[in-house]
């Protein structure tokens, strides 16, 4: 049996359901492909970035996304060596609507995606649905309740299937790999009631993060030393419970009610970027095209902006007629230097944390301080983690940071800070080009 469609989409995560969305939206008929008959038991990213935010109000989805997710402006840092106020990385100096972050759910963000999809006729949803391999130009699939199999047909194949592509096997692109000295530890709990803004807690060799969830809820992550998985198992749920009361004592009460293991996940960061994201009318997306550190949360925001910028892409081809498979090189060229340049942003903030030095913790304070001091470090920090831009930093911001040179005062105008906003030109470069019908 052979099917039909547009834009083939082979998994249903929060990229794959993003681009399918933006996809039916413009009336252009896309099947998804999603391997998982329900919910993913695997810790999946919950942090929504403000470019994120922003192009879930495109797709006119953001009110219902807020009303089940958690908004917060502010992460706080804390060092439980010093004895100074806390330090804080604050959404607020992003000039605009988007000056904020918010938690929801994975499952419950995948639900909306798939709802409002789902009420377009042209979308179609196959869950359940295992890709076997590309023959000929089509997708061959295996649905394995119903044991059949059958072949799709479209006008382009998206790989949005993670780490394990197929569809990034099918292009022959090779991947770069960074590996870490660390792992985390993962798990949601009720959370006290004053917990309402997001936390990081640190020493010298601990790290706690503490992310506020609806539902009197929060996502935690606790850093532990590659290899001690077992170790920290062996000594006991209660170990477990007095290593997180021992960096916040609030949680006395709340991180007791987990009973066992079962519940908390193990999380091994990787990095890995691939070499190229297109070949022919096949093209990748999220954690098929890149891996980022958790560090900055970007992961699960990386792949919602790839199915844009591939999203507009597609759109802008059917609108005008012009569906080469030349034009996809266009979205390679905006994402790729994107995602390497938050793979690098990412690896550093990670280093910071992978050593229990003191002369490491010494320059992890000192950054910190610094940042908090000098405006334009803080703005471009913030800017660089939300996504509605990139500010490269200089040699003299390192100086700062390192507190060789001392923290600038001056602040920056909301027009200033606009100026290094991605605008439509930066997203979509192509569109004057794709009416021209020139690339």
Request: glycine fraction near 8%.
């Amino acid at each position: 049996m052979v099917l039909k469609t547009e834009v083939a989409i082979l998994g249903g995560g929060i990229g794959g359901l993003t681009l399918g969305l933006k996809l039916a939206q413009a009336d252009v008929h896309v099947t998804v492909i999603e391997k998982l008959d329900g919910p993913s038991p695997v810790y999946k990213g919950e942090l929504l970035q403000p470019k994120s935010l922003q192009i879930f109000e495109q797709l006119e989805i953001l009110s219902e996304i807020e009303y089940n997710g958690h908004k917060f402006s502010r992460i706080n840092f804390s060092e439980i060596d010093e004895e100074e106020e806390e330090l804080a990385m604050d959404y607020q100096v992003l000039p605009g609507e988007f000056d904020y972050a918010l938690m929801i759910e994975h499952e419950t963000l995948k639900g909306i995606l798939l709802k409002h999809a789902m009420s377009y006729s042209n979308f179609e949803y196959i869950k359940g649905g295992l890709g076997k391999g590309y023959c000929e130009d089509r997708l061959i699939v295996e649905v394995r309740k119903r044991k059949e199999q059958f072949s799709l047909k479209a006008d382009f194949y998206v790989g949005a299937e993670g780490r394990n592509s197929l569809t990034r096997k099918k292009i022959e692109s090779e991947t770069k790999k960074i590996d870490y000295n660390h792992h985390f530890l993962t798990v949601t709990f009720p959370r006290p009631d004053s917990l309402t803004e997001g936390q990081i807690i640190t020493a010298k060799d601990k790290f706690l993060g503490l992310f506020p969830l609806p539902d009197n809820k929060v996502r935690s992550v606790y850093l532990i030393p590659e290899g001690t998985y077992k170790e920290f198992q062996e000594k006991g749920i209660e170990h477990f419970h007095q290593k997180y009361i021992e960096l916040y004592p609030e949680l006395d009460g709340y991180v007791t009610k987990l009973k066992s293991w079962k519940d908390i996940q193990l999380m091994i960061p990787t990095a890995f970027y691939a070499d190229k994201y297109v070949d022919g009318n096949h093209v990748i997306l999220g954690d098929a095209a890149h891996t980022v550190h958790p560090m900055a949360g970007e992961g699960m925001n990386m792949a919602i902006q790839d199915a844009d910028v591939l999203g507009e892409l597609l759109v802008t081809m059917y609108e005008t007629g012009n569906l080469s498979p030349k034009w996809l090189s266009c979205y390679e060229k905006v994402r790729k230097h994107r995602a390497e340049k938050m793979i690098k942003f990412s690896h550093l903030s990670a280093l910071a944390y992978s050593y229990p030095y003191q002369l490491v913790t010494g320059i992890r304070q000192k950054g910190l301080k610094q940042i908090e001091r000098d405006k334009k470090l803080q703005f471009k920090q913030m800017l660089n983690i939300s996504g509605l831009g990139f500010w490269q930093e200089s040699l003299l911001d390192r100086a700062i940071q390192i507190g060789m040179l001392p923290a600038r005062e001056k602040k920056l105008s909301p027009a200033e800070k606009e100026s290094y906003f991605y605008k439509e030109k930066d997203d979509y470069p192509w569109k004057t080009k794709l009416a021209g019908g020139v690339l």
